[in-house]
């Protein structure tokens, strides 16, 4: 093997595969059975923080950034100048093993531009996850991203080697789709998800009645999307990912802010900054019909078809619905607790769990980890009382000035939430 020109085409394709963003994970539970390489089970991938805090890192890079497509929100498109490469199925393979020995990686995160068509795409794609699996024994973690238009047999051969699948949404509506990728229609998402979610559905009845079934994409599937290439609101993105999770089962969908890189009147302007705080707010609002229990017409509506900025999505709902509160954390139901600013899903746990031992007051509410500085003027307490005079801007001036920190344009990472 030719190491120079490996790397060569290394720089290149985990270059291209940088704009995707849909690579963490967790819920795999694909243990090392089999005395081969490495070991996936509750391990969350990609440069990322698992809900322990541990970071972890998967080889992320393209198959090709070769494409017979011109989307024009794509460095990778056809139309676009850039330098191409493809790696073999045994380059990727021969990388992954090696990074993997070296401990560089835990797990690789594979997705390609479409060279020739989807099948003849498709089918390498699952080749070297294949390969992994069966000659090298490999049990890291394996997220692939399909190719739409693939046929169902590959999608479903891909589930039985890949941790996880995705299919790109791409974009939030249609329209943009129409606009930015007109080559692409919505129902070449909307097939492979639907297969995979099926078999998904199958694999699982399966092997309740024999348990050596072999598992399907035990990790399930996610979906991504752009956000900021087209001028949907949030109402829109909103509406497809409830769609998405509802009708496909899907474990994420991860809200990608558009980069502008490539000049097209169709497309923002270069230089116009990447919509982080947005897609910070979006993750915010998933979470908040995920794990929250809302619906997610509490948070935006043709009302409000816009997140507030400023604020997160919990306390922008709470301050247009001042008359629930305040709330009582010593006799309110877990659902009420669960909406007040500044109390986690943890934390809500906590109270309803340390009220059985007594009264809780502010002072055992800071212990129990609640951010006070929200949750104050939304919790029966001596303070509410002067919250209760103040109208609801002048509240939401109030939280964003005494949390000028938290509140500022500065955001770590999406998941620091409420
Ligand atoms: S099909 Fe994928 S890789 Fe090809 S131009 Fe479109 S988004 Fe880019």
């Given at each position: ?36 390489l490495g070991d996936s089970s509750g391990m969350g991938i990609c440069h990322t923080y698992t809900e ?334 002067n919250a209760n005079d103040w109208d609801s801007l002048t509240l939401r001036n109030l939280i964003i ?18």
């Amino acid at each position: 093997m030719n190491w120079e020109r490996l790397q060569e085409k290394l720089g290149i394709l985990a270059d291209a595969a940088k704009y995707d963003v849909s690579c963490s994970s967790s819920g795999s539970n694909r243990e090392n059975t089999n005395k081969g390489l490495g070991d996936s089970s509750g391990m969350g991938i990609c440069h990322t923080y698992t809900e322990d805090g541990r970071c972890v890192s998967l080889l992320k890079i393209l198959l090709t950034n070769h494409c017979i497509y011109d989307c024009l929100y794509c460095v990778s498109r056809k139309s676009n100048d850039i330098k191409r490469a493809a790696f073999t199925v045994d380059e990727v393979v021969e990388l992954t093993i090696n990074f993997y020995r070296r401990n560089y990686i835990e797990g690789l995160f594979l997705s390609s531009g479409i060279f020739k068509n989807s099948d003849f795409t498709m089918e390498r794609l699952v080749r070297v996850a294949k390969k992994l699996r069966t000659e090298h024994k490999f049990n890291g973690y394996i997220h692939l991203k399909t190719i739409p238009g693939a046929s169902d047999e590959l999608m479903q051969e891909a589930g039985l080697w890949a941790d996880r699948l995705s299919v790109n949404i791409e974009l939030p509506t249609k329209s943009g789709l129409a606009l930015l990728a007109p080559d692409k229609k919505h129902e070449d998402f909307i097939k492979p998800m639907k297969t995979i979610s099926n078999a998904i559905i199958e694999n699982k009845s399966e092997k309740k009645i024999i348990k050596s079934t072999p598992q399907f994409t035990p990790a399930g599937q996610s979906s991504q999307m752009i956000i900021g290439a087209t001028n949907e609101t949030d109402l829109d993105i909103v509406k497809t990912s409830t769609f998405l999770y509802k009708n496909f089962n899907l474990k994420r969908v991860y809200y990608s802010g558009y980069v502008p890189v490539l000049k097209d009147n169709k497309l923002p302007d270069l230089g116009t900054p990447v919509p982080m705080v947005r897609e910070n707010r979006l993750y915010q609002t998933d979470w908040l019909f995920r794990f929250y229990q809302f619906d997610p017409s509490e948070i935006v509506n043709e009302t409000y078809p816009h997140l507030d900025l400023e604020i997160d999505p919990k306390l922008s709902w709470a301050l247009r619905n001042r008359h629930l509160f305040p709330i009582d954390v010593n006799t309110a139901d877990y659902h009420m607790i669960l909406r007040i600013p500044g109390i986690g899903v943890k934390s809500a746990k906590k109270i309803v769990s340390a009220r059985r031992f007594g009264k809780l007051g502010q002072e055992q509410l800071k212990k129990l980890g609640i951010a006070m500085n929200r949750a104050q003027y939304f919790i029966t307490s001596k303070n509410y009382f002067n919250a209760n005079d103040w109208d609801s801007l002048t509240l939401r001036n109030l939280i964003i000035q005494s949390g000028k920190s938290k509140y500022s344009n500065k955001f770590s990472t999406q998941l620091s939430l409420f």
